[in-house]
């Protein structure tokens, strides 16, 4: 009996301890938007991008203004998550997007003007591109930001704001779209794995065989 008790308890401890450790991973979203909301703000935008860092393809942006009331199970900054998830949330952040929008910054543009340059016109051409005028913008990261509405950046904001987090994965789902479609025009980068970003396997391929034209000439790397 003793023994039957014992192994109980036990599975009921580790029970508890794998919901906590559930409950650990689950990001928890500030209510900003909320907040902004009841201050007079009625439309707040989640702006974030992805591709600052690869050797090659666009920066791209995204802008959304979430429902306020929109359930998202799973949410969190898309760095975290695995491709099926993100693309599972990107169709459910679209329903349940009051307004969004995506921008890309081709290779050529950020090699003229620098990547900080290039995102600024990504996320301005976000905001131009919705349809509802958003009444300030929630921005992730602590560059300096350039625009014509009223925002705050928030360190870390793809993993603390609902409508960051839900940005950064449209942005990020739209441009890994992009990049397999260029996997197929330069097969041999194989970009569909590495999206552009510089890994050994990327390196090792541009130092035998060189760029193409889709890469960022103004990039430098270690082979």
Avoid: W
């Amino acid at each position: 009996m003793r023994r039957l008790l014992s192994k109980k308890i036990k599975r009921k401890l580790l029970l508890q301890k794998r919901n906590r450790s559930n409950q650990f991973h689950m990001p928890i979203f500030l209510p900003i938007e909320s907040r902004l909301i009841r201050q007079g703000f009625q439309l707040v935008a989640g702006i974030d991008e992805v591709g600052r860092g690869p050797l090659a393809g666009p920066v791209v942006s995204a802008a959304v203004i979430l429902n306020e009331r929109a359930d998202l199970p799973g949410l969190d900054d898309s760095k975290k998550l695995s491709a099926k998830k993100r693309l599972i949330l990107f169709q459910k952040i679209l329903d349940n997007a009051v307004d969004y929008a995506i921008a890309f910054v081709p290779h050529q543009i950020i090699d003229r003007i620098n990547i900080i340059n290039a995102l600024r016109i990504a996320n301005d051409l976000c905001i131009n591109a919705m349809r509802f005028r958003p009444d300030i913008a929630l921005i992730d990261g602590r560059d300096k930001q350039i625009m014509d509405i009223p925002f705050l950046s928030m360190i870390e904001g793809d993993s603390r704001i609902r409508s960051i987090a839900a940005a950064s994965i449209l942005a990020k789902v739209a441009r890994d779209a992009v990049m397999t479609h260029y996997s197929k025009e330069y097969p041999e980068y194989g970009f569909e794995r590495h999206m552009g970003y510089g890994t050994r396997f990327h390196r090792n391929v541009i130092t035998k065989i060189g760029f193409c034209e889709i890469h960022r000439k103004s990039y430098t790397f270690k082979p």
